[in-house]
């Protein structure tokens, strides 16, 4: 053999030893990486309220894209195994989030810790409205709870809780300091919705949205809801001529020219109003179901909180 033969030998020893140390240091790393705890979170506002709790204690996956309808995304099969080797999933529940609780249901089946948001947060039930609707839901619960942030402020403790205790390697103090800074910017936004909705005059405060959504800010700020162009608490039931003609004549009665759409909805059913009632309705875009991406007007839950807060103070009072 020749001692260039033995030397591209040792080369090619030597390369097979740092390939295989490399490899064997990158499978380490892939394994610290899945040890990582993990929390699955259904919808993006949920997820932006548990991020803000979590920190960096965790990996939060969240399951539902922004701008997205909760009431319809669903799930891929990569999005579903997540749901099983999570250590946390957090969902709204309610029957929110229709194509994905069966997933949660067999995450919990397989051994995860769930915990149901809505729940928890001591959740109304729908109420027939001056429309008559929505008469399909009435006496059922209310998924909308987040519309009311001091329910947010109950949710966002308990999921505090769960993540403490069913999320292991996570630090205590850090999550509870994360949570106990949350409460306060949550306590803040509270006060500042009072305040802005103090300028709308009281004979003034009725809504009319694309469907039953604002339950739960309607009960904690002083509104009415007269109805909605969807009489029903989800976005994929259809109305009828018999239910706008209900609608048009309860906001005739009450004296309302201004529909709050969804902004992730097209306006269309929105915009049937103008016909029916003249050119005078105004429809104002709110963001009521899910989070935009982030800049774009309602990355955050506080944004959103805030950035409707505004649109609906400006739109009754004519600002």
Same mark, same amino acid.
């Given at each position: 053999?020749?001692?260039?033969?033995?030397?591209?030998? +040792?080369?090619r020893?030597?390369?097979?030893?740092?390939?295989?140390?490399?490899?064997?240091?990158?499978?380490?790393?892939c394994?610290?990486?899945?040890?990582r705890?993990?929390?699955?979170?259904?919808?993006?506002?949920?997820?932006?309220?548990?991020?803000?709790?979590?920190?960096?204690?965790?990996?939060?996956t969240?399951?539902?894209k922004?701008?997205?309808?909760?009431?319809?995304?669903g799930?891929?099969?990569?999005?579903?195994?997540?749901?099983?080797r999570?250590?946390?999933?957090v969902?709204?529940?309610?029957?929110?989030?229709?194509?994905?609780?069966?997933?949660?249901?067999?995450? +919990?089946?397989?051994?995860?810790a769930?915990?149901?948001?809505?729940?928890?947060?001591?959740?109304?039930?729908?109420?027939?409205q001056?429309?008559?609707?929505?008469?399909?839901?009435?006496?059922?619960?209310?998924?909308?709870?987040?519309?009311?942030?001091?329910?947010? +402020?109950?949710?966002?403790?308990?999921?505090?809780?769960?993540?403490?205790?069913?999320?292991?390697?996570?630090?205590?103090k850090?999550? +509870?300091?994360?949570?106990?800074?949350?409460?306060?910017?949550?306590?803040?936004?509270?006060?500042?919705?009072?305040?802005?909705?103090?300028?709308?005059?009281?004979?003034?405060?009725?809504?009319v949205?694309?469907?039953?959504?604002?339950?739960?800010?309607?009960?904690?700020?002083?509104?009415?809801?007269i109805?909605?162009?969807?009489?029903?608490?989800?976005?994929?039931?259809?109305?009828?001529?018999?239910?706008?003609?209900?609608?048009?004549?309860?906001?005739?009665k009450?004296?309302?020219?201004?529909?709050?759409?969804?902004?992730?909805?097209?306006?269309?059913?929105?915009?049937?109003?103008?016909?029916?009632l003249?050119?005078?309705?105004?429809?104002?875009?709110?963001?009521?179901?899910?989070?935009?991406?982030?800049?774009?007007?309602?990355?955050?839950?506080?944004?959103?909180?805030?950035?409707?807060?505004?649109?609906?103070?400006?739109?009754?009072?004519?600002?």
């Amino acid at each position: 053999m020749t001692t260039r033969t033995r030397g591209s030998r +040792r080369l090619r020893t030597l390369l097979l030893a740092l390939l295989t140390f490399a490899l064997a240091g990158a499978g380490t790393g892939c394994a610290d990486s899945d040890d990582r705890p993990r929390v699955v979170v259904t919808t993006n506002i949920l997820g932006d309220i548990t991020q803000e709790i979590v920190g960096d204690e965790a990996d939060v996956t969240v399951l539902m894209k922004p701008n997205a309808d909760p009431h319809s995304f669903g799930l891929s099969a990569v999005q579903a195994a997540e749901l099983e080797r999570a250590d946390l999933v957090v969902f709204n529940g309610l029957g929110l989030e229709e194509n994905v609780l069966r997933h949660v249901e067999a995450a +919990r089946e397989a051994g995860v810790a769930t915990f149901e948001a809505g729940k928890a947060a001591d959740p109304l039930t729908f109420q027939a409205q001056d429309d008559g609707g929505p008469e399909e839901d009435a006496g059922q619960p209310d998924p909308h709870f987040w519309t009311d942030p001091d329910r947010v +402020r109950k949710a966002a403790g308990l999921i505090a809780d769960q993540v403490v205790d069913h999320v292991d390697g996570v630090d205590e103090k850090t999550v +509870r300091a994360n949570a106990d800074r949350y409460d306060e910017q949550l306590a803040d936004l509270t006060t500042w919705m009072e305040k802005s909705f103090d300028r709308i005059p009281e004979k003034q405060r009725s809504l009319v949205t694309n469907h039953h959504v604002f339950g739960y800010l309607a009960e904690r700020f002083g509104f009415r809801v007269i109805g909605a162009v969807i009489p029903s608490g989800t976005t994929l039931a259809s109305p009828s001529s018999s239910d706008l003609r209900s609608l048009t004549q309860a906001m005739s009665k009450a004296g309302v020219q201004t529909v709050f759409a969804d902004s992730s909805q097209p306006k269309r059913l929105a915009e049937v109003l103008r016909t029916e009632l003249g050119g005078g309705v105004r429809v104002i875009e709110l963001y009521s179901e899910s989070l935009t991406e982030k800049g774009k007007g309602a990355g955050t839950y506080l944004q959103m909180m805030r950035a409707n807060t505004t649109a609906m103070t400006d739109g009754l009072t004519g600002a």
